[in-house]
């Protein structure tokens, strides 16, 4: 934020037709419950009819004072508010996130929670530092809730981008959540789940891997990519976790986009690098990518057969290095030649 605080106050609080900040801020500060919700309506009606919530961040500290107020009937409108106020100003109410997560943890089944969660999401998109402490809080939280609410888990993603060991409290929460509803829930927790495997912090299961490579030929692309992502995460640092399921790939590996394809590739090959049995079911599947139209996915092709240490796949990768248009298929085909040829002399 530019300037002395009290100067963003008075531009924020001074633009917009009809809103007195120094009234509202006095209404929520009032203890009447009917002159607070009049305050909050206010706010309220600046955000959503005249999309000014700039004007309304001042009032982030008294809102969160009333939300910490156990017996007003009108959390919902309050968190609603705070949660608007977060992704305009998300700096702005990080400061207020202990006392968020801690109405959160307390009030798990009300309704205002939904906002509580998406607020707390907010502020993790821009300073998932502010967050980082309360996983364990909103994995209890999601526990809680009937269907994993998705601003709790798009919150743990978010955390894990820069701490994912932050997140290894709610591991099981976010594997639950994932077999409970891949469509809905995957996204955020295989992105979560990967980036914690690739982490230094602990796994208590891997029993997601499994539910990962169910989703590897999904309909929606970004799902399928996040599920490969996740594989491949977790095949960086525990290869022998992915190698049971790289059966499952070979869906992936004929898929009609050319990214799923090359992904799947790459992935096998992490394995295969460690564990060359994980080639054996895929064979075929990537005999028929080493003639892909795309280059990457034929550059891929050839790591996984390589790694795999795959003898009858020889042949077809010398001419790869030497006849390919694409450079980086030459010198993929090329590589996998020479660990063929180190292999059989070894």
């Known amino acids: 934020m530019d300037g002395d605080r009290g100067e963003a106050v008075e531009r924020r609080g001074g633009e917009v037709a009809g809103f007195d900040l120094p009234s509202v801020l006095a209404q929520l500060d009032g203890t009447a419950p009917t002159d607070q919700l009049e305050g909050v309506r206010r706010i309220r009606t600046v955000i959503d009819e005249q999309e000014r919530p700039a004007a309304c961040v ?3 500290p008294k809102l969160r004072s009333l939300l910490e107020q156990p017996d007003l009937d009108f959390h919902d409108e309050v968190a609603a508010c705070l949660a608007d106020l977060a992704a305009e100003a998300p700096d702005d109410v990080a400061p207020s996130v202990d006392a968020i997560a801690n109405v959160a943890t307390e009030r798990a089944e009300r309704p205002a929670t939904r906002e509580l969660l998406r607020c707390l999401a907010a502020v993790a998109a821009e300073r998932p530092d502010a967050v980082a ?3 364990a809080a909103i994995a209890d939280v999601l526990d809680r809730r009937r269907g994993y609410d998705r601003w709790g888990l798009r919150t743990l993603a978010r955390v894990s981008r820069v701490q994912p060991d932050a997140i290894e409290s709610a591991a099981s929460v976010l594997t639950d959540a994932l077999a409970a509803n891949p469509t809905d829930n995957g996204g955020p927790a295989l992105r979560a789940l990967g980036r914690l495997a690739r982490s230094d912090g602990g796994m208590p299961s891997l029993e997601f891997v499994e539910h990962a490579a169910e989703l590897v030929a999904h309909d929606d692309s970004e799902l399928r990519y996040d599920a490969l992502g996740c594989l491949g995460d977790v095949a960086d640092r525990d290869p022998a976790a992915v190698e049971p399921v790289c059966s499952d790939l070979e869906r992936a590996l004929s898929s009609d986009d050319a990214d ?3 992904i799947a590739a790459i ?13 054996e079911p895929v064979r075929e599947a990537l005999f028929e990518l080493l003639g892909d139209e795309h280059a990457h996915v034929r550059a891929n092709a050839c790591v996984a057969l390589g790694n795999g240490q795959v003898d009858a796949a020889a042949a077809r990768l010398a001419d790869l290095s030497s006849t390919d248009p694409a450079p980086n ?7 996998a030649v020479e660990q063929l040829s180190y292999s059989s002399r070894s």
């Open 133 to 135: 402490d309360h996983t």
């Open 267 to 279: 992935t096998i090959a992490r394995v295969a690098a460690t564990h060359r049995t994980a080639v």
């Open 58 to 60: 001042p009032t982030v």
């Open 260 to 262: 799923t394809r090359a």
């Open 329 to 335: 298929v030459r010198d993929r085909a090329g590589r």
